[in-house]
């Protein structure tokens, strides 16, 4: 069964303090792998697409980065304006978006 | 620019009412979604719409029917309401599938 699994479910950091979120997916014929940032009470905005393995996208203070079975979000010395929910997703062969239940980020000033 | 409208914002149903939820988006896009948030849950899709004329059900199509009467708009009907479908509901449009999704700002919906 197609699966996307997103960790840690929350994350606490200091501001300036690096980190990384995980996207772990199995899914059959991966068409790519899309972040999305989500704020309270708002829909979720898109951020980053990756198609294939050893691709990378940056924006700001975020990197995404794809492996064959996970996809890192790489926050570098984050701000307080960077808390937010961050959602992953992977579109299969069919083209079924598949959703992970998101990483909530939180950074303290 | 307006990108994806839906209305209303909040709502409260008692079991057994009916309601549409409104979904309107003005940048051409051919396909369009509705999904459904609950806590702890990654979003789940309802029904999507791939091009004009074109619906189908996605993950938890149960209790809900789509219209997408035109390329523009894409409305979700909740024939009989039950406490189950308390969620925030949100409707997404994209240019074509398997590309980036853009997201109306939800409504939240309580059916006591």
């Known amino acids: 069964e197609d699966q996307v699994t997103q960790s840690p479910e929350a994350l606490r950091l200091q501001e300036g303090e690096s980190s990384s979120l995980n996207c772990s997916y199995t899914?059959?014929?991966?068409?790519?792998l899309f972040w999305y940032r989500q704020d309270p009470g708002k829909g979720p905005e898109f951020l980053f697409t990756?198609?294939?393995?050893?691709e990378e996208k940056e924006k700001e203070r975020l990197k995404a980065t794809l492996t064959k079975k996970e996809s890192f979000l790489h926050i570098t010395a984050p701000k307080p304006e960077d808390s937010a929910t961050y959602l992953c997703?992977?579109?299969?062969?069919?083209?079924?978006?598949?959703w992970g239940a998101g990483t909530k980020l939180i950074i303290k000033p | 620019n307006a990108g994806v409208t839906q209305t209303p914002k909040f709502q409260v149903l008692k079991t057994g009412q009916s309601m549409t939820l409104q979904c309107a988006q003005d940048?051409?896009?051919?396909?369009m979604y509705w999904y459904r948030q609950d806590p702890g849950m990654g979003l789940r899709l309802i029904y999507y719409?791939?091009?004009?004329?074109?619906?189908d059900k996605g993950e938890v199509p149960n209790g809900y029917n789509v219209s997408r009467l035109n390329k523009r708009e894409f409305s979700l009907r909740l024939e009989s309401a039950a406490p189950s479908q308390t969620s925030v509901y949100f409707c997404?449009?994209?240019?074509?599938?398997?590309?980036?999704?853009?997201f109306g700002s939800g409504t939240q919906l309580s059916v006591l």
């Open positions: 997404a449009s994209s240019r074509q599938q398997n590309e980036k999704l853009f």
């Open positions: 940048m051409n896009h051919n396909s």
């Open positions: 719409s791939a091009s004009e004329g074109t619906t």
């Open positions: 899914v059959s014929g991966l068409r790519g």
């Open positions: 990756l198609y294939s393995a050893g």
């Open positions: 997703a992977v579109t299969d062969s069919n083209y079924q978006l598949i």
